[in-house]
């Protein structure tokens, strides 16, 4: 039986651990230590898979602290998460939360059952990083909880975590979270997009999501497309994209921030009412009333 992760070197020390069609994690090595960055769901061990990849010293570095990027922060020592998700990141996730998760979880294994065959024949895109696996082997869904402790250390706009030989600065882009980053590997020019940058839904419909401050995040990543080779994702069937996406991206906020395109009604990966607005290559989901307030200005 297939594990819970895929592991992949995508560049020269850049890992992808995916945990497919859920969260992908990023281990990024220098000459003296590691990152990883997010720890995924928790519902697998991921420090084992990282073990297996590296033997430097590993630090956890968290993109944001939502509970599907924190589920593995109890497996390391050293912690970071930016300044402003430290309280937010040790308070309990509810119960309902996970439990509908999960549902998700066995959706999308029934969904791929779907369309595989035809994607075999036809299209050609789901492999070992994209198609969703069933819940591993003694996984017991009722004893699943997020816990991470504390962090042991807090992150702030131009921190530069180094690694040797390599640093990766710390870009604060909130938006999709208040304490959201991204993070720049200047060396390889490899930007970890977090939930900032998706190829699927992304996400701003959240309560402590905001809208216009999320445009101002995407419009800063997207200056920056020249200098990046390579975006890392990490959300939904791809792990990585090409920097255009920055500028479609931030050009798709744009047009949202002024009504003109069209929105649809849609639901979340837990079920929530959204409203979305659907692009070529992505989309952005919006809490409905914050939608109807840009359709009426
Ligand atoms: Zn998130
Ligand atoms: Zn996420």
Not at 81 to 88: N, S
Not at 162 to 176: E, S
Request: net charge negative.
């Amino acid at each position: 039986m297939a594990s819970w992760h895929e592991a992949r070197e995508i560049s020269r020390g850049v890992w992808s651990i995916a945990e497919p069609s859920h969260v992908n994690m990023w281990l990024i090595e220098g000459r003296d230590r590691a990152v990883l960055l997010d720890t995924g769901l928790g519902i697998a061990r991921v420090r084992p898979v990282v073990e297996e990849l590296t033997t430097k010293p590993v630090s956890v570095v968290n993109t944001h602290y939502h509970f599907d990027h924190v589920g593995g922060n109890h497996e390391f020592d050293d912690t970071a998460i930016h300044e402003a998700g430290a309280a937010l990141l040790v308070e309990p996730v509810p119960r309902e939360v996970l439990d509908r998760y999960l549902a998700y979880a066995l959706e999308l294994v029934r969904a791929a059952e779907h369309v595989r065959e035809a994607d075999g024949r036809y299209f050609h895109l789901l492999d070992a990083d994209s198609l969703p696996r069933p819940l591993p082997d003694g996984f017991d869904p009722a004893a699943w909880t997020i816990a991470p402790p504390a962090p042991s250390r807090t992150l702030t706009e131009g921190d530069v975590v180094d690694l040797g030989g390599r640093a990766l600065r710390v870009l604060h882009t909130p938006g999709h979270s208040g304490d959201s980053i991204c993070l720049l590997d200047d060396a390889s020019g490899i930007l970890f997009g977090g939930d900032t940058i998706n190829t699927g839904p992304i996400y701003a419909q959240f309560h402590d999501s905001d809208v216009a401050t999320f445009a101002k995040s995407a419009a800063r990543l997207a200056e920056l497309k020249d200098e990046v080779t390579m975006v890392a994702v990490n959300h939904f069937g791809r792990t990585t994209a090409a920097p255009y996406l920055l500028q479609e991206i931030s050009d798709g906020f744009d047009r949202v921030l002024s009504g003109s395109t069209p929105f649809r009604q849609a639901h979340d990966c837990i079920g929530e009412r959204v409203t979305e607005a659907v692009f070529d290559r992505f989309s952005i989901l919006l809490a409905p009333a914050v939608a109807q307030r840009l359709h009426h200005t």
